[in-house]
């Protein structure tokens, strides 16, 4: 997956002449092409990556007809296809068309959070266009995230929203405890940090996910329980329909996590968090990045007890377990069964 990226994004004279192409042909157009693309995309990419796909997807949502597997797959790849094309093509448009391409849900929650005096960190998975929605943010708030340019096939992607005033710091880049002072004194200055809460490396602090053993980083939950900053659950999604160029933004109302856990509550304060983005991948299951290598993630089973809990549950009990999670804390409704959303 990374490779076709990386042929997409790494030319930066194939990157020019695309954008003096596109910008010549009408918006509705554009986008209906980019669809076409991925869905000839989901075609052409190799039987080894569907399948993969299609592993990936049933053994977190359960038992999938074959024919929603390949709808799934296809709604994918195409919104992978779609993101590249904003990012490379219509970034910087965005200035201009912001105002028709976002439909925002819930933003007063994140006022909320601000007024408390402690900055707030918003926090989501890596769904939708997560680019845009942190542009959307470094426009309207003192914003800051953390990202990682590490890999040569995204970090052009990363550069070209650093030259739309999209500011962020390196995970690989800068050392740990210069990283958390930085997002200490921002949040203390009353700014937002956004954070996608859904990297994985073998090296992180271990955490609870779709009923599975996996890592993930802790820097949320470690600064919500240390400075009191309340964290605004968030999630983007592209709107349905042909063109498919509106986002829908929703921000959830904030959680306090100081509250609810102690300082050294750290892992369930982070299992907390995974519970609401497993949500938000189980509602909008075609627009999650990671399909393509989620079977990465998870932790061997140390035997056979523990591979016996560490398997998917039936979709009705593994949903029922996210929703109590969650709900307990925020009341918030979940479906019954993962949307297909385009």
């Not at 953390?146 to 800068?174: I, K, M």
Request: overall charge positive.
């Amino acid at each position: 997956m990374y490779d076709w990226i990386g042929k997409l994004t790494q030319s930066e004279p194939a990157v020019k002449r695309l954008n003096r192409v596109f910008r010549l042909l009408p918006r509705p157009f554009v986008y209906g092409l980019g669809r076409l693309s991925g869905m000839a995309l989901y075609r052409v990419c190799g039987q080894p990556l569907r399948r993969r796909i299609a592993a990936n997807l049933t053994a977190l949502l359960g038992p999938t007809s074959p024919r929603e597997l390949a709808q799934l797959s296809r709604n994918y790849l195409t919104n992978l296809l779609l993101t590249l094309l904003e990012i490379v093509v219509e970034a910087d448009s965005l200035p201009h068309t912001a105002g028709r391409r976002f439909q925002v849900e819930g933003e007063q929650h994140l006022g909320q959070a601000l007024a408390a005096g402690r900055g707030a960190i918003v926090y989501t998975p890596h769904v939708g266009n997560f680019f845009y929605y942190y542009w959307y943010l470094t426009r309207r708030y003192s914003c800051l995230t953390v990202a990682t340019a590490g890999s040569a096939e995204l970090r052009p992607l990363y550069v070209r929203f650093q030259a739309l005033g999209c500011p962020g710091l390196d995970y690989d880049d800068t050392p740990p405890l210069a990283l958390y002072r930085a997002l200490k004194r921002h949040l203390s200055d009353g700014g937002v940090v956004f954070l996608l809460g859904d990297f994985w490396r073998p090296s992180f602090p271990p955490v609870r996910w779709f009923g599975r053993d996996t890592r993930a980083p802790e820097g949320a939950a470690m600064l919500a329980l240390e400075l009191g900053t309340p964290v605004v659950p968030f999630y983007g999604q592209r709107l349905p329909g042909w063109r498919c160029s509106r986002h829908r933004l929703v921000f959830e109302p904030p959680l306090k996590l100081h509250e609810q856990f102690a300082r050294h509550e750290r892992r369930a304060a982070n299992d907390l968090l995974h519970a609401f983005m497993e949500k938000v991948v189980r509602q909008t299951p075609a627009e999650w990045f990671y399909w393509f290598n989620a079977e990465e993630r998870w932790e061997p089973a140390a035997g056979p007890d523990n591979e016996a809990a560490g398997s998917v549950l039936s979709p009705g009990d593994d949903q029922e377990r996210v929703r109590r999670a969650w709900s307990v804390r925020l009341g918030s409704r979940f479906p019954r069964k993962a949307k297909n959303l385009h």
